[in-house]
């Protein structure tokens, strides 16, 4: 189908450009087998091909490239195959000035504001990838958006009207921004919300989030000695991962939801566990099965003082038994 076409076109494009190289008759018998194992990665290395390469065809590119621009939340949706094949192409900011306007306005030619910061970033279904774009706030986002992606910015304050009315927003990744500030109430009225990922920004207060959350990932911040709420965690009852790496953090959060599965506090500042961190006092039948995940290394903590504080769970800690 197009894979062929464009394969057809690349290689005439090659030949027009290199005849002096080898025989023709041998480069057109020879490029199939040689540089394409399989009929699915044709498409892909064309695509690269002529995105990068120096005799591109603007028409030729308008083909391969049209699925990112049209207006994604509307569309039909694309199989999950097709997902992939374009995320792994990945957003690639030339391609959204060669269209015209229109294309970015989507069929219905309507101008919802919201709506510009697809021609900015990707719109994939419910999607928004904002990847390395030198962002430096939360671009404004259509309210059916269910993933949101601004890795690598340099986003600095989260605002409250950042992801207002985002009733069906699940994932947050905002990786490696400036963040210093975040409102105390910018995720807390998401009801869909179930990952938050802020590693490496500034963070120095964490704020407060919904119990349907079953993802934090809040590593290399300054949350410090105050910057968690007390007892932040405890009504979380689907949460499976909290990650608090790097963080000089003192104590270790309690309590802890019966659900989680990993608790990654390397590199911190912890320094005693006490019995009934993880496992209950009154109980000595209480197993914690679902915590099998521990990281306590990297801590000035002797993890040789507390052997009762581990009856009750799966594994030891990892960290130092001194
Ligand atoms: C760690 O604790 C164990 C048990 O109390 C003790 O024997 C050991 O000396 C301690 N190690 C350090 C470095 O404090």
């Avoid at 069929?107 to 390395?132: A, E, F, I, Q």
């Amino acid at each position: 189908m197009w894979a062929h076409i464009v394969c057809w076109l690349f290689i005439l494009n090659v030949v027009a450009g290199f005849p002096s190289r080898h025989p023709r008759q041998l480069e057109l018998d020879t490029y199939n087998n040689a540089y394409n194992p399989g009929p699915d990665s044709v498409l892909l290395e064309d695509v690269y091909y002529y995105d990068v390469g120096p005799t591109i065809n603007e028409p030729q590119i308008e083909i391969v490239r049209l699925p990112p621009l049209v207006d994604n939340f509307h569309a039909p949706a694309a199989s999950l195959e097709e997902e992939e094949e374009e995320l792994s192409v990945g957003p690639l900011p030339t391609s959204h000035t060669s269209g015209g306007s229109g294309v970015l306005m989507g069929p219905d030619g309507s101008g919802v504001p919201d709506r510009s910061t697809c021609m900015l970033c990707t719109c994939l279904g419910g999607s928004v990838y904002c990847d390395d774009l030198k962002l430096e706030s939360v671009p404004p986002l259509h309210k059916d958006t269910t993933h949101f992606y601004a890795r690598f910015n340099k986003i600095s304050k989260i605002s409250k009207s950042d992801f207002a009315h985002l009733n069906k927003l699940k994932r947050i990744d905002l990786t490696h921004n400036k963040i210093l500030r975040i409102d105390e109430d910018a995720f807390i009225g998401l009801p869909a919300l179930e990952e938050l990922v802020l590693q490496e920004n500034q963070v120095s207060q964490l704020p407060a989030l919904p119990a349907s959350m079953t993802l934090i990932d809040a590593s290399h911040n300054k949350l410090g000695g105050k910057g968690i709420h007390r007892e932040a965690f405890k009504d979380m009852h689907g949460l499976l991962y909290l990650y608090l790496t790097d963080n000089n953090i003192g104590h270790i959060p309690l309590p802890l939801p019966e659900s989680l599965r990993s608790l990654h506090l390397q590199n911190n500042n912890i320094q005693m566990l006490h019995e009934d961190t993880f496992c209950n006092l009154k109980d000595i039948n209480y197993i914690r099965k679902a915590l099998e995940d521990i990281r306590l290394d990297g801590n000035p903590i002797n993890l040789s003082k507390t052997p009762q504080a581990y009856t009750c769970l799966p594994r030891v800690p990892i960290g130092g038994l001194f």
